[in-house]
């Protein structure tokens, strides 16, 4: 297996980083994952999507997940929603163990999940009401909600109405208007332009820290998991298991100035070596990824 030194640089902690991390482990523990492992048979044959996956997550902790594409990150996700069963190992929230969907877990995912026919009140009175709060009561807490993510101009506006960032804010609301222990996100940023995803990681980090809530977060971008987490979760591909769990030493409160910073730039090459291993030039691997190209053309000009 390859099997890199590690870089010291993004095991080194400010005294501060150090403190907050211990108060972090101090806290509760909301989500448990205990040696989880998910098999999918089909006609192609057996998938061993996800092996021995253990880790816990504390109370207001933010954590993201990242790994190649197929190493099992929605999978974890929708197993841990109860939207998937699980072959081997547990998950306890509160130390119950998870059997079903549930109140207490936040779904947001990429794609945009509103319901198109209800306004954004409606989409995130949703909730509540189904929870079996009154009419006005739902609406009161869903205003609640809107008023969080700065939509309180478009309460009465339809999905179609909205940017793809809004969308999102909705789906924020409507997921926190159940009261979750815990929200769930997959690639939540993924489908918006490099710009307003930025404006998104920082009100994401505003509302995390603004109330009681645990968020376990996917994503495919290394700076956004650094950006946000307090921890980053590594999984490999084939089978997806974890590689490594990094405590990220960038100081908070954080900003974009600090992409830069000798704490970010290590941890950046760090998950770089985990995720891009550097690829034998001529091996199968690199055929596979960068196809040889034959030339096609007459034109004695060299474009480069
Ligand atoms: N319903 C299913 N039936 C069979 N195999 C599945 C099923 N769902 C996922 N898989 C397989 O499990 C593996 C993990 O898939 P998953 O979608 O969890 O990966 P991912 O890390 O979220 O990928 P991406 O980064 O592209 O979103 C893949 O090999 C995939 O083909
Ligand atoms: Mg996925």
Redesign the pocket.
């Known amino acids: 297996m390859h099997n890199p030194q590690p870089i010291p640089g993004y095991l080194l902690q400010s005294p501060e980083v150090r403190a907050r991390f211990e108060r972090l482990q101090q806290r509760e523990v909301i989500l448990e994952v205990k040696d989880l492992g998910k098999t999918?048979d089909?006609a192609q044959g057996e998938?061993v999507?996800l092996r021995n996956i253990n880790f816990k997550t504390h109370r207001r902790e933010f954590v993201c997940v990242i790994?190649?594409?197929?190493?099992?990150?929605?999978?974890?996700i929708?197993i841990l929603a109860g939207l998937e069963s699980h072959t081997t190992g547990e998950v306890l929230l509160d130390g119950k163990p998870v059997d079903g969907p549930g109140p207490d877990r936040g779904m947001v995912f990429q794609g945009y999940t509103l319901f198109p026919w209800l306004s954004v009140k409606q989409n995130v009175m949703f909730g509540p009401e189904m929870n079996g709060h009154g009419k006005l009561q739902a609406e009161r807490e869903a205003r609640q909600w809107i008023d969080l993510v700065g939509l309180s101009k478009f309460v009465d506006a339809y999905p179609h109405q909205l940017s793809g960032g809004m969308k999102q804010r909705v789906a924020i609301a409507r997921a926190l208007a159940n009261q979750p222990r815990i929200l769930l996100m997959?690639?939540p940023f993924g489908a918006l332009d490099a710009q307003t995803r930025g404006k998104m990681q920082a009100h994401m980090l505003d509302i995390w820290k603004n109330i009681d809530i645990t968020v376990l977060f996917?994503t495919?971008d290394l700076d956004e998991a650094i950006f946000l987490a307090d921890r980053i979760l590594v999984?490999k591909?084939?089978p997806?298991e974890v590689q490594e769990l990094i405590e990220v030493p960038v100081p908070r409160p954080r900003h974009t100035g600090q992409v830069t910073s000798a704490e970010f730039l290590a941890t950046r090459a760090r998950l770089e070596e985990l995720i891009h291993p550097p690829v034998q030039p001529g091996s199968a691997e690199e055929d596979e990824i960068r196809p040889q190209v034959f030339r096609m053309t007459n034109v004695e000009d060299n474009v480069e």
Do not use: M, Q, V, Y
């Open positions: 999918f089909s998938t999507a790994g190649p594409s197929g190493c099992g990150k929605s999978t974890l929708r997959d690639e996917i495919h999984l591909a084939h997806g």
